[in-house]
């Protein structure tokens, strides 16, 4: 069956295709009718309470308009003001472990430096007179004069004890104080 042959099989018998229904006589008064559902279209929609001000009608209450202009300064300045920080437990947990990191890092290093573990360097006891030579450098006899020590430091004990600045002020021929180390 074709939806056209249930449709007109649904319509009274006086109703052609084609034509207007008759009118429909009311329901008899012995027939409940169907309830009312609650917020339909015919009720007025609840309206949520507010400031005159908002929806653009004056209030004359000066007290109600002070609490409006209150609220909305104090709104203004929850937005203006920086978001304050927040951290997980995860995030406490993270601060925490790197701040005991570093400070005890740095508790450990003066630790050991008080306690002389790690040298400052080697300890210059004492001095020899050493004359230079045409051709020879610091480096060169930083390394003749304490062969186990860096040449760096003894270069910089060196230029400290002669009071040199470069090694352009070392001349063939001058005489230098050069510590030994122990």
């Known amino acids: 069956m074709s939806t ?15 034509r207007l229904a008759p009118e429909v006589a009311p329901a008899p008064q012995g027939v409940p009718r169907r309830r009312r559902i609650p917020g339909s279209t015919t009720e ?89 030579a045409p051709g020879q450098s610091l480096w060169s006899i930083a390394q003749e004069t304490n062969p186990e020590q860096d040449p760096a430091l003894v270069i910089e004990k060196i230029a400290e004890l002669n009071q040199l600045s470069g090694p352009a002020d070392l001349t063939p021929g001058q005489t230098l104080q050069i510590p030994i180390a122990r």
């Open 44 to 132: 007025p929609l609840p309206v949520r309470g507010c400031a005159g001000e908002v929806l653009g009608r004056h209030v004359a209450d000066p007290a109600a308009l002070r609490q409006v202009a209150r609220r909305q300064q104090a709104r203004q300045a929850r937005e203006l003001e920086a978001p304050s920080l927040r951290l997980t437990r995860r995030g406490r947990m993270l601060v925490s472990f790197v701040s005991v990191l570093v400070f005890g890092s740095a508790i450990a290093v003066l630790g050991l430096r008080i306690a002389g573990v790690l040298d400052p360097g080697p300890d210059f006891s004492s001095t020899v007179p050493v004359q230079v």
């Open 4 to 18: 056209a042959e249930l449709a007109a099989a649904a319509l009274p018998g006086d109703v052609l295709p084609g």
